[in-house]
């Protein structure tokens, strides 16, 4: 039987696509397990700490301390959560963990003020039909600027991309500004992706031409998925992340077999995605 295609498409899930339709088909169509990372736990917990400190401090109460108390919260909730409980951390290791944490959300005050934003949404889920296409994306903040523009904002709390990589790295967030433009009939002003680590910001201005050009390239992955379902021909393609990724043993370019894969690993949620 040909591959169910997901039933939306997320700036995650076209990223994924053309990063490995393989890792893809595993994700996005078998929904086998990912299991959780250290960084992953850790951007989830910097987020909600970020989250909190917008839905629970006015303009003028957003400090450093409001952002430690929020993390301090966070952090005690962590302890009992099972993506964290799963990473089986010694007592050195969690304190590294929170640590870096900590860094991360300090960071943050050095990249702007949040006293002197106007945010409309925090964790914002948009979605909308482009051409029979259901686009779905969870905007990790969209402020309304002092002239009534809009302004999409994603925090990262990995390593910054490199010069040649940064249009990649936007891409997720053209996505947003497209989403936007379809459910609130708008077009952002600026997207802009917050770099914790080591801070920096990443500020692009989305343009009419260049949503078209962002239509036209997502059509064109959810067409390319299709006929991969229809197909069932989801290619690998190699490059040096793949020592990360945890497929490795049913990719065919390492000697694999990606029909092993769903029975090994196991199957994730029915329906899913």
Not at 67 to 86: G, I, K
Not at 142 to 163: C, H, N, Q
Not at 194 to 199: A, D, F, N, R
Not at 206 to 223: F, H, I, M, N
């Amino acid at each position: 039987m040909p591959f169910e295609p997901p039933r939306s498409l997320s700036p995650s899930k076209v990223s994924s696509f053309r990063s490995c339709a393989l890792a893809f088909r595993f994700t996005a169509i078998e929904h086998l397990p990912d299991p959780a990372t250290v960084a992953t736990v850790r951007g989830t917990l910097v987020h909600s700490v970020l989250e909190q400190l917008f839905w629970n401090h006015p303009p003028g109460q957003r400090s450093p301390g409001a952002a430690a108390a929020a993390l301090d919260e966070a952090w005690a909730a962590l302890q009992l959560d099972p993506d964290y409980r799963s990473l089986g951390l010694t007592e050195e290791q969690a304190d590294a963990f929170r640590g870096e944490a900590e860094k991360l959300v300090a960071n943050y005050f050095l990249l702007e003020d949040p006293n002197a934003v106007t945010p409309v949404g925090v964790e914002l889920i948009l979605e909308a039909r482009v051409d029979g296409v259901r686009l779905r994306g969870i905007l990790d903040r969209l402020d309304r600027t002092p002239d009534g523009e809009l302004m999409v904002i994603d925090y990262k709390t990995g390593r910054a991309p490199s010069v040649a990589y940064e249009q990649s790295g936007l891409a997720g967030v053209q996505l947003y500004a497209l989403l936007c433009q379809e459910v609130l009939g708008q077009r952002p002003t600026q997207v802009k992706l917050l770099h914790l680590k080591e801070p920096t910001a990443i500020t692009t201005s989305p343009s009419e031409q260049g949503l078209r050009g962002q239509r036209a390239k997502t059509l064109a992955v959810w067409s390319a998925i299709e006929r991969a379902c229809q197909s069932e021909d989801f290619r690998p393609r190699t490059s040096p992340l793949c020592r990360f990724c945890r497929f490795q043993d049913y990719c065919p370019a390492y000697g694999g077999d990606p029909s092993l894969a769903a029975a090994a690993l196991g199957a994730g949620a029915a329906g899913a995605g």
